[in-house]
Every structure is written in structure tokens, then in C-alpha cells.
């Protein structure tokens, strides 16, 4: 579906929460969260929620980030990339909620232009723009996620190859409140959301490139997929039960 940014500036502008995994993330997340606090605006919220971090991480998110009202520090005891997302979905109560890594950096208009996005097109629930890939140093590496990857919509196209990506994603929180929380049982909650989105054709493709991308030795998420072959059969065989079998708890 094309895209424009259009002329008009938000008329009334829509509350914003940003749900941030943490875990042993001392080396990057005082950038990442910087760049996402200073698009935030007054009763909008950033949820943090840490996953047992043994490195300086809380210790920074407490001296640095806590005295701001916006900003909210969750711990979650269950171990894992979903469970700990789950934990900060759950305390996000805004009309958008943007998902975040602890190791990006985003980029001055992300906010304004994913909610521009959303205001343009009152029908979508999933607004997911470019990115660019970086090294840790955030020198460029791949300048377009959805050139790289082949990004479209398309329910059998992302089964068969995910192209959707979470750091790049914000959903309308009435979305999502009918999928939470994420089963545990998902090989990739983006792509399963995502094609949940998309199969009720509620998902949108913008080409703006919002976020730089960090990959270094610990990040979670990839650009490419090195999975075995026996491993991605399972798992597409486990992402269609839960796009088309599997009954939501929250339904």
C-alpha cells in the first residue's frame, strides 16, 4: 500500500507507550533510550522490563532514567525474549505501543511519523517502517531492511519468509489486547503479530527508514535467518497453528 507523510502535522496527537525486553543491556541502552525519550511527550510511557540482568543495566536504568515520570521499571522472573516482552505489554496502557530493543538507536522522527501513519490510515493496527542496519558502532551496513529482506504483505509470504521485524512495529494497543499474551509457544511473537495483522488486513508498510539497527555479538534478533532446515520446518508448521488454530487467552 503506498505511503505519504502528507503535508498536515498531527492534529490531535495520540498517547504513546514503548515496550523495551531488557536484559544485560549496560553497553547500549542509555543511547536507546535517550533517543526514544526525547520524541516522547508528557503522559506517554516507556516500560522497561528486565529480565534478570547481571551487568550494570538496572543500576543505570535507576541512576539515569527513573526520575522521569515517563519512564516505568518492571522485573520479570520467567526467563525468556516473550515472556519478558509480555511483562512490559502488560503495563502499556497508551493508544500506541511501540516496540523497542535495548541496542538501537532510533531516529528523530520515528514517533511523529509512525503516529502520522496510524492517523492517516484510521483502519490499520500495524504500522512497521524501514530500518537501517548498523555495526555496533552504528556505521551502516545494509541501508534498507525491507530491500535486503524482499519486505511485502502477504500471510503465505511471511510464513514461507518472515520479513516482518520487531523493533520497527507499533500496534494500536486494541490490537493487541486481543492477542496478549504473546503464547510462549511462538517461534517469533513479531512475526506471528505481524501476520495476524495482516491476515485481517490491518497491517501497513512505510518506507521510511526510523531506526538504527544495531547488530553486535549479543543481539537477539538477526537480518538473515541461519536456521537449519528440520528447524524451519517446525517452526513454520508451529506458526500456522497459531495464526489459524490457536485461541487467544485474552479472547
Not at 519478558?84 to 538507536?105: G, M, P, R, T, Y
Amino acid at each position: 500500500m503506498e505511503w505519504s507523510k502528507g503535508e498536515n502535522t498531527i492534529a490531535e496527537r495520540q498517547s504513546v507507550s514503548v515496550a523495551l525486553a531488557a536484559y544485560n543491556g549496560e553497553r547500549f541502552i542509555t543511547e536507546q533510550i535517550e533517543s526514544i525519550l526525547s520524541q516522547l511527550k508528557s503522559g506517554d510511557e516507556l516500560i522497561i522490563s528486565d529480565n534478570g540482568s547481571t551487568d550494570g543495566t538496572i543500576k543505570i536504568i535507576q541512576e539515569k532514567f527513573l526520575q522521569d515520570p515517563r519512564v516505568g521499571l518492571l522485573f520479570c522472573k520467567e526467563k525468556g525474549v516473550i515472556a519478558n516482552l509480555n511483562n512490559a505489554l502488560a503495563a502499556c496502557k497508551n493508544e500506541i505501543v511501540f516496540f523497542s530493543d535495548q541496542d538501537d538507536v532510533w531516529l528523530p522522527d520515528k514517533v511523529e511519523t509512525i503516529l502520522k501513519a496510524f492517523q492517516t490510515h484510521p483502519d490499520k493496527d500495524l504500522v512497521m517502517s524501514d530500518i537501517i542496519v548498523t555495526d555496533e558502532q552504528l556505521h551502516e551496513e545494509i541501508s534498507s531492511f525491507f530491500a535486503y529482506r524482499g519486505t511485502r504483505l502477504g500471510v503465505c509470504k511471511n510464513i514461507f519468509k518472515n520479513t516482518f521485524i520487531g523493533c520497527a512495529m507499533a500496534f494500536r494497543r486494541s490490537f493487541l489486547v486481543k492477542y496478549l499474551p504473546i503464547p510462549t509457544g511462538v517461534p517469533m511473537h513479531d512475526m506471528w503479530l505481524g501476520i495476524l495483522a495482516n491476515r485481517e488486513g490491518k497491517a501497513l508498510l512505510i518506507p521510511e527508514k526510523l531506526i538504527l539497527y544495531r547488530r553486535h555479538g549479543q543481539t537477539v534478533t538477526t537480518v538473515s535467518n541461519s536456521s537449519t532446515l528440520l528447524q524451519k520446518i517446525k517452526w513454520r508448521f508451529s506458526i500456522i497453528y497459531y495464526v489459524f488454530f490457536y485461541s487467544p487467552k485474552s479472547s
